[in-house]
């Protein structure tokens, strides 16, 4: 079973509307979250960062929350654009290491349609 | 300042030939780590090197691969023998000292046929 969980799989929207995205984790004790944007055939480029601390951290019209008690995280995007259209990884960070023991999820498919 | 670039972009290898991916780091990043994604699947650590130093190899397969980041020049990622399974999409990440942020590069992708 994977670590970092994410849901849903895919998801399609209609641009202009807002969507969350959803990540569960077992990794545990953490030093952060991360979330990462990834365009089809490019590198993923990272969205927020957040420690186990932090509850929340904006970036433009991403908007990363963070619950470590029930370990969940979400990534909320208002007023979607088509270029919003990648994948979205959740990424755990393990404590006591640096990022060569990242834990990656697969990823939400998000398409959106004019 | 440039950001991570790796090369070739696509690279295509008959079972049996070798595959060596380049991955520069960006400017003043002393750290490097290559990445391995499998279609549908999460992107999966392979190894961590600094300058001259291979820091963690514990993500590499025990046989055929094997990387280095040389004093002058890219990180190399050499694949020996390469099977069906190797083909991938594979990523490079730099950072500076000090940082978790982790900054990728396009990717390579190894078709083997």
């Known amino acids: 079973k994977n670590q970092v969980e994410q849901s849903p799989q895919s998801l399609i929207i209609l641009e202009g509307k807002n969507c969350t995205l959803q990540?569960?984790?077992?990794?545990?004790?953490?030093?952060?979250l991360r979330w990462y944007k990834q365009d089809t055939g490019r590198g993923p480029v990272s969205l927020t960062i957040?420690?186990?601390?932090?509850n929340t951290k904006s970036n433009g019209r991403y908007t990363a929350t963070l619950d470590a008690d029930t370990k969940q995280s979400s990534l909320h995007i208002t007023a979607s654009q088509l270029s919003d259209s990648a994948s979205y990884i959740c990424v755990v960070s393990p404590v006591g290491f640096g990022n060569e023991k990242l834990t990656f999820g697969t990823g939400t498919r998000l398409t959106i349609i004019p | 300042n440039a950001g991570v670039m790796q090369n070739p972009r696509h690279l295509v290898r008959r079972r049996g030939q070798e595959a060596r991916l380049r991955c520069s780091p960006m400017k003043g990043h002393s750290h490097v780590y290559w990445y391995r994604q499998l279609p549908e699947e999460g992107l999966k650590f392979m190894v961590y090197l600094q300058k001259e130093n291979i820091i963690d190899e514990s993500g590499m397969p025990k046989e055929r691969f094997s990387a280095e980041f040389p004093k002058e020049g890219p990180s190399i990622l050499r694949i020996q023998q390469v099977v069906r399974g190797d083909s991938a999409a594979y990523f490079c990440?730099?950072?500076?000292?000090?940082?978790?942020?982790?900054?990728f590069g396009p990717g390579t992708r190894l078709t083997v046929t």
């Open positions: 957040m420690t186990f601390s932090e």
């Open positions: 990540c569960n984790y077992t990794v545990s004790p953490f030093s952060n």
């Open positions: 990440a730099s950072s500076p000292t000090g940082s978790s942020e982790q900054y």
